[in-house]
């Protein structure tokens, strides 16, 4: 079986760590999957929201350090197509951690066990976090002497308080599921038993939605933030376009009064 699982349900995109007994480290094939994972996610039009998650009690435990990192410094040769696919195409580790790929759709996080390293970088590129009480989260690398290289010296002090996010870039401790909804690292707290139901529960609310106008929200906040307002409300009015000249934005308000279910097509 597969050390990165990834299956179609509906309008919902199922990507799940599947190395258990490495703690679902991450291993230069899994980076490649996860690759191709989030490009068949971004182009077809029938998926509408991604859950990412792990089997066993670990989310991601970050990258494999007798793998991946070796690979990645050149401390090992190449020893097949996954790591040539790595070393050859630098745009596989992008789209693998979301960094630098453009993606609007939206990426909900089911956090079963420890996020580490690696596996708190992806993290901070989904959307909706729900975890589970046992949960913990740390940016290990500047104890190992490397940079948290996901995206993580870019994202986590937008996403969380300054001073919060370089506690924990600079000490590498872990923090607990507590603490992460504290600082607003995750959304909510949910039995481990209930965590995965809980994430489809929220993935199948968003796939109710309007899917062009659920990509164009997206896209605004993400693009419109840290700019400038006259800045972020151009971006805004580019979104509105797309929007309100689709099907589903007749079909919304008509539903509406017709007291029914609105059917979105995505046109």
């Known amino acids: 079986m597969s050390d990165l699982l990834v299956e179609k349900q509906g309008h919902v995109l199922n990507v799940t760590f599947n190395r258990p007994q490495k703690k679902n480290s991450v291993t230069p094939e899994m980076v490649v999957l996860l690759s191709r994972a989030w490009e068949q996610f971004r182009d077809d039009d029938e998926l509408r929201v991604a859950v990412l998650t792990g089997t066993g009690d670990a989310f991601c435990s970050g990258a494999d350090l007798g793998r991946l990192i070796p690979l990645l410094t050149r401390a090992r040769p190449a020893e097949d197509e996954y790591d040539r696919a790595l070393l050859e195409n630098p745009e596989v580790f992008q789209r693998g951690f979301m960094r630098n790929f453009e993606l609007w759709k939206p990426v909900i996080a089911a956090v079963n066990g420890f996020a580490l390293a ?150």
């Not at 996901?150 to 002090?157: K, M």
């Not at 929220?202 to 006259?230: H, L, T, W, Y």
């Open 118 to 267: 690696g596996g708190t970088e992806i993290l901070q590129a989904t959307d909706i976090r729900v975890a589970s009480p046992t949960a913990s989260f740390a940016l290990t690398e500047v104890r190992l002497g490397l940079l948290p290289g996901g995206g993580s010296t870019v994202r986590l002090a937008r996403q969380v308080p300054y001073v919060e996010a370089m506690k924990i870039l600079l000490t590498g401790d872990r923090i607990t599921a507590d603490d992460a909804l504290r600082i607003g690292l995750i959304n909510e707290i949910v039995p481990a038993e209930k965590l995965l139901e809980r994430a489809q529960e929220i993935a199948q609310r968003i796939a109710d939605n309007a899917p062009i106008a659920v990509r164009c929200i997206k896209e605004s906040v993400i693009r419109g933030m840290g700019r400038p307002f006259d800045e972020a409300f151009a971006v805004e009015d580019e979104m509105l376009k797309p929007v309100m000249r689709s099907e589903d934005a007749k079909e919304g308000p008509r539903a509406f009064m017709e007291k029914r279910k609105p059917k979105f097509t995505g046109r």
